[in-house]
């Protein structure tokens, strides 16, 4: 007998959920479909049921921030997309350039822990990727109240200075130095929200 669309649902998110963290943990090269496969606790042969290929499922992963792992973040961090002002900027610049994002390996967002793999990856994957990058910039450009042409300036720059801060703060070995570049593009980030 078939598997019902909620069970195969169900099964696919599983699936796609437990390759976000192991990429974000190990990186794509060194996670395998076995690896996924096991900790979604289903068995290899089920893979290929949802995917055609592992970077098929890469693109999956990332994509799936955004409204997955993403909007549990957000929520958490009060953000309300609805509602856009400089305050809710303020509360994703909180939370994105905290410590505690930053030491959340699993459940970072994909342009942190991914950028070298996504480069090397598929146009599929890099499309995910360039789909979270414009929803950020999007959520600082609405959130900003004057209606300027430097208004999409500083949300662009916003979401590098998160994003590039993050990804340099989790490569440096140096703890204190990592939380100083963290430091520091935060401190950025809040004055261009405040400009």
């Known amino acids: 007998m078939p598997y019902s669309k909620e069970h195969t649902l169900r ?4 699936i796609v959920e437990a390759a976000r963290i192991l ?8 996670v395998t479909i076995d690896m996924i496969m096991a900790k979604a606790g289903m068995t290899r042969g089920g893979f290929y049921k949802h995917f ?14 955004l409204m997955g792992r993403g909007a549990v973040w957000r929520a958490e961090a009060g953000i309300d997309p609805s509602n856009l002002s400089p ?15 930053l030491s959340d390996i ?3 967002c994909p342009m942190i822990a991914l950028p070298s793999d ?11 990727y360039q789909d979270l990058l414009t929803a950020m910039v999007w959520l600082f450009e609405t959130a900003q109240p004057d209606e ?4 999409r300036q500083r949300a662009m720059a916003m979401a590098a200075l998160c994003v590039g ?17 963290r430091a520091a593009a935060y401190g950025a980030a809040s004055d261009l929200n405040q400009s």
């Open 118 to 128: 996504v480069a090397r990856g598929t146009p599929e994957v890099q499309n995910a």
């Open 165 to 181: 801060g993050m990804v340099l703060a989790r490569s440096i070995p140096d703890g204190a130095l990592a939380q100083e570049v």
């Open 52 to 65: 055609k290929s592992k970077e098929a499922l890469y693109a999956a992963a990332v994509e799936s921030f």
């Open 106 to 108: 699993e459940n970072q």
């Open 87 to 101: 305050k809710m900027a303020q509360h994703m610049l909180d939370s994105y350039l905290s410590e505690k994002h």
């Open 148 to 151: 300027t042409k430097e208004k």
């Open 11 to 14: 099964s696919r998110t599983k």
């Open 23 to 30: 990429f974000n943990v190990h990186g794509f090269e060194k």
